[in-house]
């Protein structure tokens, strides 16, 4: 994994990582255009945040609902242009401050806080985009649903009315061996493929989503990418450099 280099100024970080990611779909054969870089701010101030929106991004990961929230307010001018998406775990209880604020949230694994997030979402907003997270094999952490136990989540989820079920997320454990990390990306690929048979025709439609490859392990993550599929790839360290807090 390339060190962050703190020298670089923001631009010439995202020109690296885009560079990381042409050179990926290059070697895999993959379309850049499927590629989608998801910025993660999360423990970095709002004025980060503008300095990538000037760089020509857009949207932007935060893990931890105050903070979030926090941003998204001190940012209210730039509100048109930023997609905010949650990507970190989510207790029931904060479930409405997420369904007001964001427009993504990709760590849904349970069919309670799906539930809550469709009806807390205000009926002047557009449906909250949403990724199922998967606890990929070999993970031991406590998020994300079990692989057997995600179709029967898609199928529940896909028809409430505030929530847009777009796709698949997985945040496999850190390791340096490339083919580990292609496994539970290839594993999480597979998943998507069979999940988006059995939908309905309309879900189908919007299930179009992998969100899956970090600073770490983003080249993994495209190799396993699937054609006409985005694959969301969530980017922190690398664009922000390293974190001193959280
Ligand atoms: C922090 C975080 C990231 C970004 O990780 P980096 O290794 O800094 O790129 C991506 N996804 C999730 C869910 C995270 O919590």
Not at 22 to 32: E, I, V, Y
């Amino acid at each position: 994994m390339p060190e962050t280099d703190s020298s670089m100024d923001f631009p010439a970080r995202l020109r690296d990582v885009q560079q990381r990611i042409d050179a990926a779909c290059q070697l895999h054969g993959k379309d850049p255009a499927t590629i989608h870089l998801l910025a993660v701010s999360k423990t970095f101030p709002a004025s980060a945040v503008k300095e990538a929106l000037a760089a020509g991004l857009h949207a932007f990961g935060e893990n931890y609902v105050q903070e979030g929230i926090e941003k998204i307010q001190q940012l209210m001018a730039h509100r048109q242009n930023i997609n905010w998406h949650f990507i970190g775990p989510l207790q029931s209880n904060k479930t409405k401050d997420v369904a007001e604020h964001f427009d993504w949230m990709h760590s849904v694994d349970r069919e309670k806080i799906a539930r809550r997030l469709s009806e807390q979402r205000p009926k002047g907003m557009p449906a909250l985009q949403v990724c199922l997270q998967i606890n990929v094999s070999g993970e031991s952490t406590k998020s994300g649903i079990n692989p057997s136990e995600a179709p029967a989540l898609a199928a529940a989820i896909a028809p409430l009315p505030g929530l847009c079920l777009r796709g698949l997320m997985a945040i496999p454990e850190p390791t340096e061996d490339v083919l580990i990390q292609r496994k539970s990306f290839s594993e999480l690929a597979q998943l998507f493929t069979s999940i988006r048979q059995q939908l309905s025709p309309d879900a189908q439609a919007n299930f179009n989503t992998l969100s899956m490859g970090m600073s770490a392990d983003l080249e993994s993550a495209i190799a396993e990418s699937l054609p006409q599929v985005t694959t969301m790839v969530r980017i922190g360290t690398a664009l922000f450099g390293r974190r001193t807090t959280k």
